[in-house]
């Protein structure tokens, strides 16, 4: 491409001193000298000119046999491309001068499987690696960390089956990672989960390789843009519902990793046999997963909700539509306004904040709907407890006053040393207590006559029959005892100048009973 100068040889020869008197072999080990002496030209002519074509900043070497990088590489050079060759070994001294414009390399198709780990030390702007289709089988800790810039990283198609956790951490603009078809077992959690998670990078290709365990609740809560291009087809995944659930959401918001590959996604059956069934047949007879259907947001009075605006893609300019299609604007509606992040802000929430509000996204490119559903319970959260708080301790009450009431119905009555009236004597307890008592009280006469006066149907000479029934213990010879006793009884009874009324229910309870003295 370019050639020694013409005037340069010509300077140079003259330089020489007795030029007449030298050898006619030495010109030819003169110009050898020359070309030598100046390294960059050298360099390039020798790349450009045999092994390599050079097409102004860009430097292609496929297919050319080469088993290392060539060196003398131009320092304007923006592409190389060293792919289909047989470069198995990636020194640190690759390239000993620093190439600044250098943004793609790619050395696929190469049965590489050593990296030094100042490989990249000299390439920093890169912005474009393609290390795939070969024979690669570990990443070690830090490997490109001078690849800062590094936006797009091609390894599909090698062996590696260990990734190092800090392998990535410091590719902080990385946007693209390929790692699929390999031998990795692990799911790179650490590269999509918050707080530790690459910011820019919007798709993770572990597809078609060895993973049998997906942390699947952690992946729910991710981003839309995230899901969008995460792939993980063609892996032996266990069947489960939490699977078949997850992708039927990705599949709802038609995210690209599960829109373009519906059909590879496959998981084992539990079993002995080993069978294969596509993850989006699990609803069918072989699992019978539940239809999934897309969850309603929910809110309580008087409560601060955001509302997301989950787009499938960043940078999206966004915009909000109340139930009744009312455009949410600065004034517009003073319980609702669109934060800075593209979210809605609700506060307080209110009963007729309930229904389908609708963001819209856009782009230069592309454009997005996204509907939201809200319910809104019928009051406050706090309220919501105070209601649960009352019900229990009306259900509470009712289980002691239960309680209560059958130990009142069916308990031995209290006996005279418990009751209330502790103040009064024996023959001043209640009605049951004096009737039962087979203790002959000792009264005054006059308050005795006063009550014989109220029981003159208990007479001596009427004991044989009560109410026109026989006595069933009238004995003629204990009358005289047994009408005093009964007297006495009697005046038990009437303590205290008791109505008429209590009187007469102690004779209808007793009217069939014998009484007993």
């Not at 990088?69 to 050079?77: H, I, K, Q």
């Not at 942390?215 to 032996?236: C, M, R, S, T």
């Not at 856009?362 to 319910?375: D, P, R």
Request: a negative charge; aromatic letters at 8%; proline letters at 4%.
């Amino acid at each position: 491409m370019l050639q020694p100068s013409t005037r340069a040889g010509d300077s140079l020869l003259e330089a020489v001193p007795h030029w007449s008197k030298l050898q006619r072999w030495a010109v030819p080990l003169y110009l050898c000298v020359a070309l030598l002496w100046l390294p960059g030209v050298a360099g390039s002519a020798l790349g450009c000119q045999k092994n390599c074509i050079c097409a102004s900043n860009i430097v292609s070497c496929s297919k050319m046999n080469l088993s290392s990088v060539p060196t003398g590489l131009p320092l304007y050079m923006a592409v190389l491309d060293l792919s289909y060759n047989n470069i198995q070994l990636l020194r640190s001294e690759w390239t000993t001068t620093r190439l600044p414009k250098l943004h793609n390399l790619l050395l696929s198709h190469n049965g590489l499987h050593f990296l030094s780990s100042e490989a990249f030390l000299y390439v920093k702007y890169l912005r474009y690696l393609d290390l795939s289709s070969n024979s690669l089988k570990q990443l070690d800790e830090f490997i490109f960390e001078p690849l800062v810039n590094l936006e797009v990283l091609l390894l599909y198609n090698n062996q590696i089956s260990q990734i190092d956790r800090s392998a990535f951490v410091t590719m902080i603009n990385l946007q693209k990672l390929y790692l699929s078809q390999n031998q990795i077992s692990r799911f790179p959690l650490e590269l999509v989960k918050e707080r530790s998670r690459l910011e820019k990078l919007s798709l993770l290709d572990v597809s078609s390789n060895r993973i049998k365990n997906l942390p699947i609740d952690e992946l729910q809560v991710l981003p839309a843009w995230i899901k969008n291009g995460l792939y993980f087809h063609d892996n032996p995944l266990p069947c489960t519902c939490d699977l078949f659930t997850l992708l039927s959401h990705w599949y709802i918001r038609k995210f690209n990793s599960a829109m373009d590959f519906k059909d590879n996604y496959t998981c084992i059956l539990p079993g002995q046999q080993k069978t294969f069934e596509r993850v989006f047949d699990l609803s069918g007879d072989s699992m019978n997963c539940s239809t999934f259907k897309e969850k309603d947001a929910e809110a309580f009075l008087e409560q601060r909700l955001i509302l997301n605006c989950d787009t499938k893609h960043r940078k999206m300019s966004k915009i909000w539509m109340m139930p009744g299609n009312m455009m949410v604007t600065s004034g517009s509606n003073h319980t609702a306004k669109v934060l800075k992040d593209g979210n809605l802000q609700i506060s307080p929430v209110r009963a007729e904040d309930s229904g389908t509000y609708t963001c819209i996204a856009m782009s230069e490119a592309l454009n997005e709907t996204i509907y939201v559903v809200l319910k809104v319970h019928n009051f406050t959260m706090h309220g919501n407890g105070e209601t649960l708080n009352t019900a229990y301790t009306t259900l509470v009450g009712c289980l002691v006053s239960v309680v209560l009431v059958l130990m009142y119905l069916y308990m031995t009555p209290c006996r005279c040393f418990c009751c209330p009236n502790k103040g009064k004597t024996r023959g001043e307890d209640s009605i049951h207590s004096s009737m039962l008592s087979v203790t002959p009280t000792h009264e005054d006469p006059a308050l005795k006559a006063e009550l014989n006066r109220h029981v003159a149907f208990i007479d001596s000479k009427e004991l044989q029959s009560q109410n026109g029934k026989l006595n069933p213990n009238g004995d003629e010879d204990d009358e005289d005892d047994d009408g005093e006793d009964m007297d006495e009884e009697a005046g038990s009874l009437m303590k205290g100048k008791r109505k008429k009324s209590v009187a007469e229910s102690i004779s209808s309870v007793f009217s069939d009973t014998p009484m007993v003295v």
